[in-house]
């Protein structure tokens, strides 16, 4: 006859508790990851189109240089002509224009759709040579924060 005391003891896995206890520590850390990822990714396209900018400044005030004033473009013929490429850019559109009242040049990038599921979002570069410091960066605050822009301070 079997010995009764090691029947149960023969068996492997996992209790219903124990899993339950694994399922919830899993939801916990992606519930907490999510957000910290869509954050990430979000500074990360802000990062992108403050570099595309940055070429865009540099490109008027060389503009400037050559001919004493700024330029407008506002689509992708008008960046290729200075030799800036935006064909490929997918999560703002690109603009530049004179600044009749300071002397200066502003750039605007304009989030699409692709950008946040959150609509809305600017980005903007203004340039006044009469102002110091000279340029400012500046954002509408819904869903690009202060704290994405270049020379924020970091939290």
């Known amino acids: 006859m079997k010995n009764m005391s090691t029947w149960g003891k023969s068996q492997a896995g996992f209790t219903l508790v124990e899993l339950m206890v694994v399922i919830i520590i899993v939801g916990i850390l992606a519930a907490i990851a999510v957000p910290l990822y869509t954050d990430y990714t979000e500074k990360a396209r802000v990062t992108e189109a403050t570099s595309i900018m940055g070429a865009i400044i540099t490109s008027q005030k060389i503009e400037a240089q050559r001919t ?88």
Not at 105 to 133: C, E, H, K, L, R
Not at 141 to 153: E, F, K, R, S
């Open 68 to 155: 004493n004033t700024f330029y407008t473009a506002a689509d992708i013929a008008g960046f290729r002509a200075r030799g800036i490429d935006i064909s490929d850019v997918r999560y703002f559109g690109y603009s530049t224009a004179p600044d009749g009242v300071s002397g200066g040049f502003t750039v605007t990038a304009d989030a699409t759709a692709d950008f946040s599921a959150t609509p809305g979002g600017q980005i903007t570069f203004t340039y006044d040579p009469n102002a110091t410091p000279s340029g400012s960066w500046d954002s509408d605050g819904t869903v690009i924060t202060a704290d994405m822009l270049p020379g924020a301070p970091t939290p």
